[in-house]
T-cell receptor
Framework: DAKTTQPTSMDCAEGRAANLPCNHS???????VYWYRQIHSQGPQYIIH???NNETNEMASLIITEDRKSSTLILPHATLRDTAVYYC???????????????FGRGTQLTVWP | DTEVTQTPKHLVMGMTNKKSLKCEQH?????MYWYKQKAKKPPELMFV???????INESVPSRFSPECPNSSLLNLHLHALQPEDSALYLC??????????????FGPGTRLTVL
């Protein structure tokens, strides 16, 4: 069962920051937040993950609220190639019955326009 | 090599046919996965293999039969499928099942049509 809620769709102008929100109000203490994206007709691609601190890599930044009930994925300078469905997923990284499982919710369709 | 390859890219089969999907990775990953994705829906987990042993079967019908002949290969054998089984079948791999940075690498998928 997906434990996250995301808006169905969002738009962003090319070159601007895209901020994609995710609610995970029932997240447990040992669950991480992961973001994947799926460009049309391709397999999903890992973007970033975090537990409670903000994280940044070459693709994006992840901001997690202090109570960990929500997070925001930031693409700092969106390009047309960032048009995709973005999935926010919570999962246990260590032992547990959900080990190895990624439960994808409906995701957010991000459209970047020129 | 950070790629997961899947063959064939497209497959059309009748309900009485037997066919197989193939997935391959050479990243030394010890966990491999099959997902099913219907149009405009998110991927759904079907099977997980860990160290070449079936670890998770998400109550998938027996007309889908997975096989992991070695650590680099994962097959999905198909028999007596129904038209509602038409979907994109995605393969993924990861270093293992556990671990914080244990991201899954996905292949491009096989688009299956059952007539």
């Amino acid at each position: 069962d997906a434990k996250t809620t995301q808006p169905t769709s969002m738009d962003c102008a090319e070159g601007r920051a895209a901020n994609l929100p995710c609610n995970h109000s029932t997240i447990s203490g040992n669950e991480y937040v992961y973001w994947y994206r799926q460009i049309h007709s391709q397999g999903p691609q890992y973007i970033i993950h975090g537990l409670k601190n903000n994280e940044t890599n070459e693709m994006a930044s992840l901001i997690i609220t202090e109570d960990r009930k929500s997070s925001t994925l930031i693409l700092p300078h969106a390009t047309l190639r960032d048009t995709a469905v973005y999935y926010c997923i919570v999962r246990v990284a260590a032992r547990g019955s959900t080990l190895g499982r990624l439960y994808f919710g409906r995701g957010t369709q991000l459209t970047v326009w020129p | 090599d950070t790629e997961v390859t899947q063959t064939p890219k497209h497959l059309v089969m009748g309900m009485t046919n037997k066919k197989s999907l193939k997935c391959e990775q050479h990243m030394g990953h010890r966990a491999m996965y099959w997902y099913k994705q219907k149009a405009k829906k998110p991927p759904e987990l079907m099977f997980v293999y860990s160290y070449e042993k079936l670890s998770i079967n998400e109550s998938v019908p027996s007309r889908f039969s997975p096989e992991c002949p070695n650590s680099s290969l994962l097959n999905l054998h198909l028999h007596a499928l129904q038209p509602e089984d038409s979907a994109l079948y995605l393969c993924a791999s990861s270093q293992g099942l556990a671990g914080v940075t244990n991201e899954q690498f996905f292949g491009p998928g096989t688009r299956l049509t059952v007539l």
